[in-house]
C-alpha cells in the first residue's frame, strides 16, 4: 500500500505554498510555513490543459488508473500497475521500479497528502503571477484531484538548516542537470539507412532538429558520452560545455531560489551572477583569483566523478538493448493493434539490410517476452529524460565528528579554503504511458532524417557550424 500521510491540506494551508517550477505535467511548490513535516519539502500537483482535453476523474476511486494492457505490462510490480491515482502511480514507479536501479540514496519517491479542491483553487490564484505565459496560457491546476505527492527539496540542504550559523554561514547552491541518453546503440534493428546513430549521439542530431525548428537560437556542444565516460577529464568538458549553453539541459539554484540564465551575461553588473558570487566568494582563496563559476563546475564534475549515481543511471539507459526500432515491433506486438499502418508515413522499411533478419526474431518471442522488451525500454526512457540534482553547503569550520554532517560525502578543492557536503538526487523519474511508442518512433526518424539531411548538404561537420538564430 502506498504511503500516505494523513494529513490534510485545506484552504488555509494555501499561504505557505509558493512557486518553484513547472514542466509540461506538473507544477512544483515550495513550503515557507513552520510545520515540522513540511519544513523542506516541496508539493507536486497535477496540470491540465486549458481547453479541458484530459481525462476525467473516475466516479470509482478504486479503479487502477492503467489501462488493461499497461496493467499486464507491470504486473511485476502490483503497487504501480493497480494505482488508482497519478500521484500514488508516480510514487510508486519511483519506489519500486527505479529507486532498485539507480539506488535508494539517490531517489525520494515521496508521500501522498490529501488535499482539498478549495487549497488548489487558493493555491492557483496564489501562484498566478509568477508561472510563465507560455504555461498559463497552455495548462493550469486540476483543482479536481484529491491527492498530490509531498517530496524533499533537492535544492536546499535543509538538514543544515537548523544548525550552528557560524559553521553554515552561506545559502546552499544546487545545480540541476538532465544528462540524457549516455551511450550509443549497436542493435540489429537499426535499419542501414539510419547507421548514424552507431556512431552519433542521439542528443547531437536532436540539437540540429532543434535548431532547424527554432526551438534553440545554439547548438550545444555537450557530449551525454563524456559525461557518463567516467574519464574526469571528459566529464570537465561535459559539465564546461553544459555551463557555456544550458539550454533546458542545467539549472543552477541558491538558496532553493532558481538563477535564470546565470551564465549568458559574465558582467559583473548582472544580478543572477552576482548572487552566485556572493554564495560562493569566501570559499576560495583570494590569491587564486578564480570565478566562483569555476569552483561549481569543478564541484560538479569532481561529485559525479566520485559518486556512482551515472553508473547506475547508464545500466538503467541500457536496458533499451534492442534501440525503438526493435521495440517497436515488440510494441506491435504488445497492443495487438494495427501501429504498422500508423508507421507507413514514416518509411519503416523492415527489408532493408540486417532488419529483416531482427524483424523475424521479434516474430519469434513470446508475448511475454514482447512486453518484457516494451517495458524495459520505457524504463530507459525515464532514465534518458530524468534529471540529476546536484546540491553543495560549505563547512567552513568542519570538523570529522560533526554529527550533522556524518552522512553526506565531502568533497573538497584546491580553489576553495573550505570543503563542501554534498549530495545527489534524482527527480522527474516519471512513467512513459504504453501509448507512446509510436511518439518515440516517430520523433527518433525525425531526428535522424533531418541530421542526415544537414550533414549531406555541407559535409559532415555543417551541423557543427550551424550559424545561431538571430
Given at each position: 500500500?502506498?504511503?500516505?500521510?494523513?494529513?490534510?491540506?485545506?484552504?488555509?494551508?494555501?499561504?505557505?505554498?509558493?512557486?518553484?517550477?513547472?514542466?509540461?505535467?506538473?507544477?512544483?511548490?515550495?513550503?515557507?510555513?513552520?510545520?515540522?513535516?513540511?519544513?523542506?519539502?516541496?508539493?507536486?500537483?497535477?496540470?491540465?490543459?486549458?481547453?479541458?482535453?484530459?481525462?476525467?476523474?473516475?466516479?470509482?476511486?478504486?479503479?487502477?488508473?492503467?489501462?488493461?494492457?499497461?496493467?499486464?505490462?507491470?504486473?511485476?510490480?502490483?503497487?504501480?500497475?493497480?494505482?488508482?491515482?497519478?500521484?500514488?502511480?508516480?510514487?510508486?514507479?519511483?519506489?519500486?521500479?527505479?529507486?532498485?536501479?539507480?539506488?535508494?540514496?539517490?531517489?525520494?519517491?515521496?508521500?501522498?497528502?490529501?488535499?482539498?479542491?478549495?487549497?488548489?483553487?487558493?493555491?492557483?490564484?496564489?501562484?498566478?503571477?509568477?508561472?510563465?505565459?507560455?504555461?498559463?496560457?497552455?495548462?493550469?491546476?486540476?483543482?479536481?484531484?484529491?491527492?498530490?505527492?509531498?517530496?524533499?527539496?533537492?535544492?536546499?540542504?535543509?538538514?543544515?538548516?537548523?544548525?550552528?550559523?557560524?559553521?553554515?554561514?552561506?545559502?546552499?547552491?544546487?545545480?540541476?542537470?538532465?544528462?540524457?541518453?549516455?551511450?550509443?546503440?549497436?542493435?540489429?534493428?537499426?535499419?542501414?539507412?539510419?547507421?548514424?546513430?552507431?556512431?552519433?549521439?542521439?542528443?547531437?542530431?536532436?540539437?540540429?532538429?532543434?535548431?532547424?525548428?527554432?526551438?534553440?537560437?545554439?547548438?550545444?556542444?555537450?557530449?551525454?558520452?563524456?559525461?557518463?565516460?567516467?574519464?574526469?577529464?571528459?566529464?570537465?568538458?561535459?559539465?564546461?560545455?553544459?555551463?557555456?549553453?544550458?539550454?533546458?539541459?542545467?539549472?543552477?539554484?541558491?538558496?532553493?531560489?532558481?538563477?535564470?540564465?546565470?551564465?549568458?551575461?559574465?558582467?559583473?553588473?548582472?544580478?543572477?551572477?552576482?548572487?552566485?558570487?556572493?554564495?560562493?566568494?569566501?570559499?576560495?582563496?583570494?590569491?587564486?583569483?578564480?570565478?566562483?563559476?569555476?569552483?561549481?563546475?569543478?564541484?560538479?564534475?569532481?561529485?559525479?566523478?566520485?559518486t556512482n549515481a551515472l553508473r547506475n543511471l547508464l545500466a538503467a539507459q541500457k536496458l533499451d538493448s534492442l534501440d525503438i526500432?526493435?521495440?517497436?515491433?515488440?510494441?506491435?506486438?504488445?497492443?495487438?493493434?494495427?501501429?504498422?499502418?500508423?508507421?507507413?508515413?514514416?518509411?519503416?522499411?523492415?527489408?532493408?539490410?540486417?532488419?529483416?533478419?531482427?524483424?523475424?526474431?521479434?516474430?519469434?518471442?513470446?508475448?511475454?517476452?514482447?512486453?518484457?522488451?516494451?517495458?524495459?525500454?520505457?524504463?530507459?526512457?525515464?532514465?534518458?529524460?530524468?534529471?540529476?540534482?546536484?546540491?553543495?553547503?560549505?563547512?567552513?569550520?568542519?570538523?570529522?565528528?560533526?554529527?550533522?554532517?556524518?552522512?553526506?560525502?565531502?568533497?573538497?578543492?584546491?580553489?576553495?579554503?573550505?570543503?563542501?557536503?554534498?549530495?545527489?538526487?534524482?527527480?522527474?523519474?516519471?512513467?512513459?504511458?504504453?501509448?507512446?511508442?509510436?511518439?518515440?518512433?516517430?520523433?527518433?526518424?525525425?531526428?535522424?532524417?533531418?541530421?542526415?539531411?544537414?550533414?549531406?548538404?555541407?559535409?559532415?561537420?555543417?551541423?557543427?557550424?550551424?550559424?545561431?538564430?538571430?
Amino acid at each position: 500500500m502506498a504511503e500516505q500521510d494523513a494529513r490534510y491540506l485545506n484552504v488555509q494551508d494555501a499561504m505557505d505554498w509558493f512557486y518553484r517550477g513547472e514542466g509540461a505535467a506538473n507544477i512544483v511548490l515550495a513550503y515557507r510555513g513552520s510545520d515540522p513535516l513540511l519544513v523542506g519539502k516541496v508539493l507536486r500537483l497535477k496540470k491540465i490543459p486549458l481547453d479541458g482535453q484530459h481525462v476525467q476523474k473516475s466516479n470509482n476511486s478504486w479503479k487502477p488508473i492503467l489501462g488493461e494492457e499497461e496493467q499486464k505490462l507491470w504486473e511485476s510490480w502490483p503497487s504501480v500497475a493497480r494505482a488508482t491515482s497519478l500521484e500514488s502511480l508516480i510514487q510508486a514507479y519511483a519506489r519500486d521500479v527505479m529507486s532498485p536501479l539507480l539506488g535508494p540514496e539517490y531517489v525520494d519517491p515521496g508521500i501522498l497528502l490529501h488535499v482539498s479542491g478549495e487549497f488548489l483553487e487558493k493555491v492557483t490564484c496564489n501562484v498566478h503571477h509568477a508561472r510563465p505565459c507560455s504555461r498559463i496560457t497552455a495548462t493550469k491546476i486540476d483543482t479536481t484531484s484529491s491527492s498530490a505527492l509531498l517530496i524533499s527539496d533537492h535544492s536546499v540542504f535543509w538538514p543544515l538548516a537548523g544548525a550552528d550559523q557560524d559553521k553554515y554561514l552561506l545559502p546552499s547552491i544546487s545545480v540541476e542537470i538532465k544528462p540524457k541518453c549516455g551511450f550509443l546503440p549497436n542493435s540489429d534493428f537499426i535499419v542501414t539507412g539510419n547507421d548514424i546513430k552507431k556512431r552519433v549521439p542521439r542528443f547531437t542530431m536532436h540539437q540540429v532538429l532543434k535548431l532547424t525548428e527554432r526551438q534553440v537560437k545554439l547548438l550545444s556542444q555537450y557530449s551525454p558520452l563524456d559525461l557518463f565516460s567516467g574519464d574526469l577529464n571528459r566529464i570537465n568538458e561535459a559539465v564546461d560545455s553544459l555551463f557555456q549553453i544550458p539550454q533546458n539541459n542545467l539549472r543552477v539554484f541558491v538558496g532553493g531560489s532558481i538563477i535564470d540564465a546565470v551564465f549568458c551575461d559574465s558582467s559583473p553588473d548582472c544580478a543572477n551572477w552576482q548572487a552566485l558570487n556572493e554564495a560562493l566568494q569566501s570559499c576560495i582563496f583570494s590569491e587564486n583569483k578564480v570565478e566562483p563559476v569555476e569552483l561549481l563546475k569543478e564541484l560538479v564534475a569532481q561529485s559525479l566523478y566520485e559518486t556512482n549515481a551515472l553508473r547506475n543511471l547508464l545500466a538503467a539507459q541500457k536496458l533499451d538493448s534492442l534501440d525503438i526500432e526493435g521495440a517497436i515491433h515488440a510494441y506491435e506486438k504488445v497492443s495487438y493493434s494495427k501501429c504498422m499502418d500508423n508507421l507507413k508515413e514514416t518509411t519503416l522499411d523492415i527489408d532493408d539490410g540486417p532488419s529483416l533478419k531482427s524483424v523475424d526474431l521479434v516474430d519469434g518471442m513470446s508475448l511475454s517476452e514482447c512486453r518484457q522488451v516494451v517495458r524495459n525500454y520505457l524504463i530507459a526512457a525515464t532514465a534518458k529524460d530524468c534529471s540529476l540534482m546536484l546540491t553543495f553547503q560549505q563547512v567552513p569550520n568542519f570538523k570529522a565528528e560533526d554529527a550533522e554532517v556524518e552522512h553526506y560525502k565531502l568533497i573538497s578543492s584546491s580553489k576553495s579554503r573550505y570543503p563542501f557536503v554534498f549530495k545527489i538526487n534524482f527527480v522527474d523519474l516519471d512513467l512513459k504511458p504504453l501509448n507512446k511508442m509510436l511518439h518515440y518512433y516517430h520523433i527518433d526518424q525525425k531526428i535522424v532524417k533531418t541530421y542526415l539531411a544537414t550533414i549531406q548538404s555541407g559535409g559532415d561537420d555543417k551541423a557543427h557550424s550551424l550559424a545561431p538564430l538571430n
